[in-house]
């Protein structure tokens, strides 16, 4: 199983961007798919997740702003950010959770500036 991440950019704070998460070489869509950042030196964060039956959860620091969602005919996954803070500047990594094994993405810049 292969994860592409896109959708990674430079945006001014209060703006918004689409991240984006493909999940190829995979027959069956993932039980749970989700994001998580990372800014250098400092651990990998959790930020979103959904089920293959559309439960989601999201981190404190980017609830009412950012919006999960998946297509599983597709097999992807969607991320959308609002009204992005500095803060949220880091890599963004999608993941993918069979249950059995748990497969990562390569990683998408998001650089909000003030």
């Known amino acids: 199983v292969q994860l592409q991440a896109s959708g990674g950019g430079l945006v001014q704070a209060g703006g918004s961007l689409r991240l984006s998460c493909a999940a190829t070489g995979a027959i069956f869509s993932p039980v749970v798919m989700g994001w998580h950042r990372q800014v250098a030196g400092a651990q990998r964060e959790f930020v979103a997740a959904?089920?293959?039956?559309?439960?989601?959860n999201y981190a404190d620091s980017v609830k009412g702003r950012f919006t999960i969602s998946r297509d599983n005919t597709r097999k992807m996954m969607f991320l959308q950010m609002s009204s992005l803070k500095p803060d949220d500047t880091a890599i963004y990594y999608c993941?993918?959770?069979?249950?059995?094994?748990?497969?990562w993405g390569q990683g998408t810049q998001v650089t909000v500036s003030s």
């Open positions: 993941s993918a959770d069979y249950g059995h094994e748990k497969y």
């Open positions: 959904i089920t293959s039956a559309g439960r989601t």
